[in-house]
């Protein structure tokens, strides 16, 4: 277990004993549960002060899941990691609060008893808060033609620049999508716009290579591709404004548009061949 000193002692011991049973405590509500994952939402201590926060267990997707722990970290270590990362480079993502592993009894292997099975994390929850995947397909429609021009405009922007920092600060986000970040509905001019979720895929390498830069930017565009109000001119603006101010001044910006088009076509091909829908 890892933790952070903000949480409350007193949240920690039961989480040592039965990380489970806080999907049973009074007030929890429901966010997903999946084959891989359960998240609900619900209140600790923080700071001295009840707060909400987001708890996440991470299933184990085959048996021999705990096995390959050995030669890689859990899912939801790299997680914890990944939110280290961003934050201490000044990239928005939700405050890790705790990481938690739970391990079985060694029934026939004394590995069996140092090796995690399922892992939790636990973040600060973002208050008034909505996915972009949930802001543009479900909110910019209800928009009139000006309005959601100039939502598209304040979205595309804030999009360009979260991008270029996580870059710029030498991570990458192999699944950067819509429903992976998230957009502040009360956000002032001054304050972060998007917030980062989900960090499974974040990875730190420096210097970043170009590959990795153009599958987040091909991952991120097949997430929008039928975005209201997204055009063709919408999409020039965000690389205009996501590239460093040498490259988007010079013809280098083509060739990275291509390069980030053939991969669009490769992911949404590869989706389509195995039954995928895009997301």
């Known amino acids: 277990c890892s933790a952070s000193r903000d949480l409350d002692p007193a949240e920690v011991a039961p989480l040592l004993v039965d990380p489970d049973s806080a999907f049973d405590a009074p007030g929890v509500r429901p966010?997903?549960?999946?084959?891989?994952?359960?998240?609900?939402?619900?209140?600790?201590?923080?700071?001295?002060?009840?707060?909400?926060?987001?708890?996440?267990r991470f299933n184990r997707k085959k048996w021999i899941d705990p096995v390959l722990a050995i030669f890689r970290p859990s899912r939801a270590w790299r997680s914890w990691q990944a939110g280290?990362?961003?934050?201490?480079?000044?990239?928005?993502?939700?405050?890790?609060?705790?990481?938690?592993a739970r391990r079985r009894k060694p029934w026939?292997?004394?590995?069996?008893?140092?090796?995690?099975?399922?892992?939790?994390?636990?973040?600060?929850?973002?208050?008034?808060?909505?996915?972009?995947?949930?802001?543009?397909?479900?909110?910019?429609?209800?928009?009139?033609?000006?309005?959601?021009?100039?939502?598209?405009?304040?979205?595309t922007s804030a999009l360009a620049a979260l991008v270029r920092l996580l870059h710029e600060r030498s991570l990458s986000h192999r699944d950067l999508k819509a429903s992976n970040i998230l957009i502040r509905r009360d956000a002032r001019s001054r304050d972060d716009l998007l917030t980062l979720i989900d960090l499974v895929g974040v990875q730190l390498k420096h210097p970043l290579p170009l590959h990795r830069r153009v599958q987040n930017l091909a991952r991120?565009?097949?997430?929008?591709?039928?975005?209201?109000?997204?055009?063709?001119?919408?999409?020039?603006?965000?690389?205009?404004?996501?590239?460093?101010?040498?490259?988007?001044?010079?013809?280098?910006?083509?060739?990275?548009?291509r390069a980030i088009d053939a991969a669009t076509h490769t992911k949404k091909a590869r989706n389509k061949r195995r039954g995928r829908p895009l997301s």
């Open 220 to 257: 991120l565009s097949v997430s929008l591709a039928d975005a209201p109000g997204r055009t063709r001119t919408t999409s020039l603006r965000f690389l205009r404004e996501y590239l460093p101010p040498r490259e988007s001044r010079s013809d280098d910006w083509k060739a990275f548009w």
């Open 31 to 56: 966010i997903k549960d999946s084959r891989t994952t359960r998240l609900v939402e619900t209140t600790m201590v923080v700071d001295g002060r009840p707060t909400p926060v987001v708890f996440k």
């Open 84 to 100: 280290q990362h961003l934050a201490s480079r000044g990239i928005p993502t939700p405050k890790n609060l705790a990481f938690v």
């Open 108 to 155: 026939f292997s004394p590995f069996q008893g140092v090796l995690p099975h399922e892992t939790y994390l636990i973040t600060v929850k973002e208050s008034n808060a909505s996915t972009l995947s949930d802001h543009v397909f479900r909110e910019l429609p209800g928009l009139g033609p000006e309005d959601l021009k100039r939502e598209v405009e304040r979205v």
